[in-house]
């Protein structure tokens, strides 16, 4: 029995391994100007991981096969060649240093979305989470944003940020819409409030994830470079609704952004 | 006896019981509902979220906070006898208030205390119908489509503003009243009361979120009152 | 802190009445089965809680017969809502992490061999021990009250991050009085943890048996030991922080819910607390308490090993020192299930070095079950079975965690299908099959009975090969950005995901009818099983002189005396036999190690 649970366990981590390397499923194509660090880290990673989950893996395998007890077996117990030492340094070396380099080298990836500023030209969008809708808000000509009035938000009339245009000046050309539409190749600056409990803004193909928290008011940058439509999803556990919570995000050209700028503009 | 005097008192009798069908000289209050000033704008819903109902507006519908037809007009208003009538039974008909295209349909729904209220599900996405009562038991319940609807009853009067969880713009108001003498003004504005027996009677026209009108009328006969109510609306 | 001391001659005497003996009793070897017993239930609720979600992932809108009548507001007409989903997966959460693989592994088995490996006859605290089982068993009742709340149980999953937790009703069905009856559950779960992680500790230290140096303890004292000191520091935190949400629900304090929120156009009447506090106070506890599930499976499978395969590890020094290391460090990366949070993203950074690094002791310990294999005699029977079944599952669980230490990354893989497979490998599987493996071993000793070994082998085939074919698709889903706690796929990127999603259903509910064979076998064998040795493993370890079972007070009277440590295994001895006992005067004429 121990050499069937050599052949199983060797079977089971080669085809675990084979979706992986067939690339059966996938994240969706990297449509951001940063995401490629990401891309590129995930690749790395997949190489090291895999290597080493194969490995220990087979020799597992090898050695309950080699090794499993047989009736006539009388002979004295062998050690392994370098002992315990080898073995530590190979988890030192192979696996941790590794490891760390990888963690060295993928800190550039997180440095090029969160430790680098928005562009001074980037394009302004709110985007207001909560139970369970996303709601984005765009400052209008004034290039600014109406300050928010948590009291007044009502949902039935559609004041979903709780705007008072009746006495705010910077509220009466603000644009509140229910998908977020972006020109392609243009940096975006993405405002995130949250309206109630904790939200995630998470856009795989914008290589895009963050928590909405409320209290803080955070914000991350990107740039998308294929036009499109893609689905903003929540993915942070926010209630009942979490799982119906999402958003279109449309990357349109910048004549047709502007059109779409315009449309939303007379709806308000 | 001859024939003319069959038929006179068989159209006399005729007459007494339609009266006494009727009511003895039970009246009619009616009107139409009006506004001053500006109302607020209502705008367009973006249902994109859920594309199963999106799919129901080639047009999106707006949302329905203050429905105005020509002339000024104001729907949706509910319009009730709030002193002067006995309290009743719930009947046995039930309040039906349905999810359709990820919108309540009626958007105001008038019933008894005590009335059997029907909530079902026409969409292919789960809804979450959450009444936000103060006076009665608050509740909110999920709906999964294709499942049966929802019976509940209320049995305190109040006027109960419904929500969706999961679908936001979705807005509505169980108006729970105490008698069978109520109405919503439709899209003409217009509103009828029938069927009151002689009295005096408080009418109460009630807009939501919180607007509340009233006006005495006394009824002697089998009359029609008319009786009209004019909003103030403010655009913000 | 002396080198050897002597047991006090007697801690509390023989039971009496039924009750002593077999409820209200001091005996640490009653307390140990009452933990298991518990532990047993517990899974077996977990399981089907996770059958119910299962089925429901995929095929959402079916009806599921029955259902109605458990909650007709929760499945009307049998379909589940989407809260009822939320609410069942933080109940199978919170009943698995906390009565399953923190009972089991540390309560259940340490409780029962600890004092028991050490020589001695029994805890120092018998009462405190008595308490401490059931002050856990009242925590499970508080808890298993939320199904019967009008409302629900909490939706807001085991980790319960604020404000959802802290509004309280408005936030959602099972957040009002659910929401508390949870944190109050775990409240009273960390006393019953403190109470134990005492009497773990003061054996270890005072109640070692004459000759029982700290350098001779066997593994697995060593990983209740290093547990239960991870669990008095880790359950310290979560106890106060239960209490603070719990003052957030009915006091009306806000130490977790800031100003300005709104909920069903209200504004939210808290201020001035701090969403990200709960995160830090919560898995400030919350990391060291999955290695609290895992150190002392590991310590089992090592034991295990050892004993099966006649020769003892490489180096067990390398072992322990990396059960250390693992504890220690699990302090310092709790902040990696923070990396997009809203912390500082600097810090992020500085977490995830730690977490790499925890990959080195991990490794280290792999590398020396895989390396002392080499050239060992493998005994293959149920119990070895599941323990090399452990380290298949612990590498898989391991390595997806190289992705998930890297910010990077976890950009791509926070909250996906990803991180559920991560844990539910190392902890739901691993953790799992160090339970199993620790049955197998010390069934016989507990009961007087051998279990069936061909049901036994039987029920870890079909578990092993069923548990991979769960749990590997969930990283599949993850890496194509699956978004977990989903009550449902309506997105248009997951819809083409169902598919796998039933798959992994069809396995899940095969693999649990399994654990059936494992119940009957636990039974049968209880009552029919053939009569159990003494030492049917030929093991090294104290738990192997007594009777099986054990009388009460475990050496009759009598301290033994211990002349070597565990690892006496693949010896020359004059009688003929490979091994050497603890309590044996016997020298070892020559290992029996070769090149």
Not at chain 2, 203 to 227: L, R
Not at chain 3, 296 to 310: A, C, K, Y
Not at chain 3, 411 to 438: D, E, P, R
Not at chain 3, 527 to 556: C, Q
């Amino acid at each position: 029995m121990g050499k069937l649970l050599a052949v199983t366990i060797i079977i089971i981590a080669i085809a675990s391994a084979v979706p992986f390397i067939l690339h059966t499923w996938e994240p969706p194509a990297d449509i951001s100007t940063h995401g490629g660090l990401i891309d590129e880290q995930m690749s790395d990673t997949m190489i090291e991981a895999g290597v080493s989950f194969l490995a220990a893996q087979i020799l597992l395998g090898i050695f309950i096969w080699q090794f499993s007890k047989k009736p006539s077996d009388t002979g004295k117990v062998k050690t392994f060649p370098g002992g315990a030492k080898g073995l530590v340094i190979a988890a030192i070396v192979l696996v941790g240093v590794e490891v760390l380099a990888l963690g060295a080298f993928g800190s550039k990836a997180w440095a090029a979305v969160y430790f680098t500023p928005p562009a001074p030209d980037a394009m302004p969008v709110q985007v207001q989470a909560g139970q369970f809708a996303f709601y984005f808000r765009y400052p209008g000509p004034d290039g600014k944003f109406g300050p928010i009035h948590p009291e007044m938000i009502n949902e039935g009339n559609q004041n979903l940020f709780g705007l008072d245009p009746a006495n705010d000046v910077e509220s009466r050309d603000d644009i509140v819409t229910a998908e977020m539409a972006i020109p392609v190749n243009k940096e975006v600056h993405l405002l995130m409030h949250a309206k109630d409990v904790s939200h995630s803004f998470y856009v795989p193909a914008l290589r895009i994830h963050q928590d909405f928290v409320p209290g803080l008011d955070l914000s991350v940058h990107f740039t998308a470079t294929k036009v499109g439509q893609y689905e903003i999803v929540c993915s942070q556990l926010c209630g009942l609704g979490h799982y119906n919570m999402r958003a279109y995000l449309k990357v349109l050209s910048q004549q047709d952004f502007d059109d779409w700028l315009k449309k939303q503009q007379a709806a308000q | 006896m001859t024939l003319k005097h069959i038929c006179l008192a068989a159209a006399a009798t005729l007459a007494v019981v339609t009266m006494t069908a009727a009511g003895p000289g039970s009246g009619t209050i009616s009107g139409k509902i009006t506004y001053e000033g500006t109302p607020a704008k209502q705008k367009p819903i973006d249902m994109s979220k859920e594309p199963s109902c999106a799919a129901k507006h080639p047009t999106p519908i707006t949302t329905e906070t203050v429905v105005t037809g020509p002339g000024n007009t104001l729907e949706n208003v509910v319009v009730y006898i709030s002193a002067g009538a006995p309290d009743e039974a719930a009947p046995s008909t039930t309040a039906d208030f349905d999810q359709k295209g990820c919108q309540y349909v009626p958007h105001m729904l008038a019933f008894q205390v005590g009335q059997e209220l029907k909530i079902a599900n026409d969409d292919q996405t789960s809804h979450n119908i959450h009444p936000l009562a103060k006076i009665n038991r608050e509740w909110n319940k999920s709906q999964p489509p294709g499942t049966p609807p929802i019976i509940d009853k209320y049995d305190k009067a109040e006027m109960i503003h419904v929500k969706c969880n999961i679908h936001p713009w979705m807005s509505g108001t169980f108006a729970v009243l105490k008698n069978s003498h109520y109405a919503v003004s439709d899209k003409d504005g217009n509103f009828k009361l029938p069927n009151l027996p002689p009295g005096k009677y408080t009418v109460t026209a009630w807009h939501e979120p919180d607007q509340e009108m009233t006006q005495d009328v006394v009824i002697s006969g089998g009359e029609n009152k008319t009786v009209s109510f004019v909003f103030k609306l403010k655009p913000y | 802190m002396h080198e050897t001391s002597a047991a006090p001659a007697v801690v509390h005497g023989p039971p009496t009445t039924f009750l002593s003996k077999h409820v209200f009793s001091l005996d640490h070897k009653v307390i140990g089965l009452q933990y298991y017993t518990l532990a047993l239930f517990a899974v077996v609720v977990g399981m089907v809680l996770s059958w119910l979600m299962r089925i429901h992932l995929g095929w959402t809108n079916a009806a599921i017969p029955g259902l109605q009548a458990l909650s007709p507001n929760g499945a009307p007409g049998g379909v589940m809502t989407p809260e009822y989903y939320l609410q069942l997966m933080t109940m199978h959460a919170t009943i698995m992490v906390f009565f399953v693989l923190t009972t089991a592994p540390f309560a259940a088995f340490g409780n029962y061999f600890l004092p028991i490996q050490v020589g001695a006859e029994d805890m120092p605290f018998p009462h405190f021990n008595m308490m401490s089982f059931w002050t856990t068993f009242t925590a499970f009742l508080i808890l298993v009250t939320a199904f019967f709340v009008p409302d629900g149980p909490p939706l807001a999953g085991w980790t319960s991050y604020a404000p959802l937790s802290a509004i309280g009703k408005d936030a959602g069905p099972g957040q009002g009085t659910g929401q508390v009856i949870w944190a109050a559950a775990l409240g009273v779960f960390c006393i019953g943890q403190l109470l134990g992680s005492l009497n773990f500790i003061s054996t270890v230290l005072d109640m070692r048996t004459k000759g029982m140096t700290l350098s001779r303890l066997p593994v697995t004292c060593w990983a209740w030991f290093i547990t239960s000191c991870m669990g008095l520091t880790a359950f310290a935190v979560l106890m106060p922080a239960t209490i603070l949400l719990i003052l957030d629900h009915v006091a009306g304090t806000s130490f977790f819910v800031p100003s300005g929120l709104v909920l069903n156009d209200q504004l939210v009447p808290h201020s001035g607390g701090s969403t990200l506090l709960w995160q830090h106070l919560f898995w400030f506890f919350g990391h060291p308490e999955v290695y609290i599930a895992i150190i002392p499976g590991m310590g089992i499978v090592t034991h295990v090993l050892i004993t099966n395969m006649r020769r003892p590890m490489l180096s067990m020094k390398a072992i322990l020192y990396s059960m250390w290391a693992l504890a220690f460090l699990s302090y310092m990366v709790y902040g990696h299930h923070m990396f997009v949070s809203g912390m500082n993203p600097f810090s992020s950074l500085v977490f995830s070095f730690p977490t790499l690094m925890i990959t080195i002791p991990s490794t280290v310990v792999v590398l020396i079950w895989i390396g002392s294999l080499y050239g060992s005699k493998l005994r293959i029977n149920t119990a070895s079975l599941f323990a090399l079944g452990f380290i298949s599952m612990f590498v898989s669980g391991g390595v997806s965690g190289f992705f998930l230490a890297q910010p990077s990354i976890d950009i791509m893989l926070h909250a996906t299908y990803f991180v559920v497979g991560h844990f539910h490998m190392v902890m739901g599987v691993a953790a799992m099959f160090g339970i199993f493996s620790g049955t197998y071993f010390w069934f016989p000793k507990m009961t007087g009975h051998m279990m069936n070994e061909t049901i036994g082998r039987i029920h870890f085939w079909l578990t092993f090969i069923g548990t991979y074919c769960i749990f590997m698709p969930f990283h599949y889903l993850g890496w194509a950005g699956n978004v977990r706690r989903y009550a449902a796929f309506t997105d248009d990127f997951l819809k083409p995901l169902i598919p796998v999603h039933q798959f992994i259903t069809i396995a899940a509910l095969f693999t649990g009818a399994v654990q059936l064979l494992f119940l009957y076998n636990l039974i049968h064998s209880r009552f029919r099983g053939p009569a159990a040795p003494a030492n049917p493993w030929e093991g090294t370890s104290l738990e192997w002189i007594m009777p099986s079972p054990p009388p009460w007070n475990n050496f009759g009277g009598k301290d033994p005396v211990v002349y070597h440590d565990a690892d006496q295994y693949g010896v020359k001895t004059a009688s003929g036999a490979d091994y050497i006992m603890q309590n044996s005067p016997e020298q070892a004429l020559a290992t029996s190690e070769g090149d």
